[in-house]
């Protein structure tokens, strides 16, 4: 079955500096790639989701990449805010949703 | 803004008790999941419904946990007996279609502690 891996499991940054968040996954068929936000005490809130036609994705200040050659994507948000500290977690599926391991995210003011 | 509805958001029990959570997803919306999450990890599927039916519940330990739509609209998840490895977040989450590209919505969980 799908096996999703992400790093890093935390990261710490600055306001206003970028933060990178990578995943790999190992089955090719896999065709969905979401992102989710989740905050201490509450269900994951999708933040943005790619499909395998599209190599890039844009809202505002977070983006997502993927490449399928190498079965990775990435999260990229910029211009950190401290409300953006939360852990994210990626996943990706073909039939169903497959999840990373997490990233817990602290945005230091 | 619809959101999914779950209850209990917290429930401590003792081992061997039986527990039930109930989900209500976003009107309108034929596909329900539960999920499991354990301290630190993603979130892990249970069991998957379209409509009233069972769809995927291959990683549903079924000695002890039941799940049920019978209406097609809300959910329960039971166990029983509850056991201390049980311990953690059972999310609900629902979308419009069974298709692994639609967007899953969750609820806000029940936390589940097992003494």
């Known amino acids: 079955g799908e096996n999703v891996e992400q790093h890093p499991s935390t990261l710490s940054v600055q306001e206003g500096d970028s933060a990178v968040i990578k995943c790999t996954y190992s089955?090719?068929?896999?065709?969905?790639f979401p992102w989710y936000k989740q905050e201490l005490g509450k269900g994951p809130q999708l933040i943005i989701d790619i499909r395998s036609n599209v190599g890039e994705k844009k809202d505002q200040r977070i983006a997502v990449t993927l490449n399928k050659t190498a079965k990775h994507f990435s999260l990229h948000i910029t211009e950190t805010q401290p409300e953006d500290s939360a852990v994210y977690f990626c996943?990706?599926?073909?039939?169903?949703?497959?999840f990373g391991t997490g990233t817990r995210l602290l945005v230091s003011p | 803004e619809a959101e999914v509805a779950q209850s209990p958001r917290y429930k401590i029990t003792e081992k061997s008790q039986a527990v039930a959570f109930w989900c209500d997803p976003i009107?309108?919306?034929?596909?329900l999941y539960w999920y499991r999450q354990i301290l630190g990890q993603g979130p892990e599927l249970l069991v998957q419904f379209q409509d009233e039916s069972v769809v995927d519940d291959s990683q549903l330990p079924k000695d002890r946990f039941s799940a049920e739509r019978l209406k097609g609209v809300d959910s329960t998840l039971k166990i029983q007996p509850a056991e201390l490895g049980d311990s953690a977040m059972y999310l609900c989450?629902?979308?419009?279609?069974?298709?692994?590209?639609?967007?899953?919505?969750f609820g806000p969980g029940t936390r589940l502690l097992v003494l």
């Open positions: 089955d090719s068929a896999s065709n969905y």
């Open positions: 996943a990706a599926s073909k039939q169903k949703l497959v």
């Open positions: 989450a629902s979308s419009l279609g069974p298709s692994g590209e639609e967007t899953q919505y």
């Open positions: 009107s309108g919306h034929a596909t």
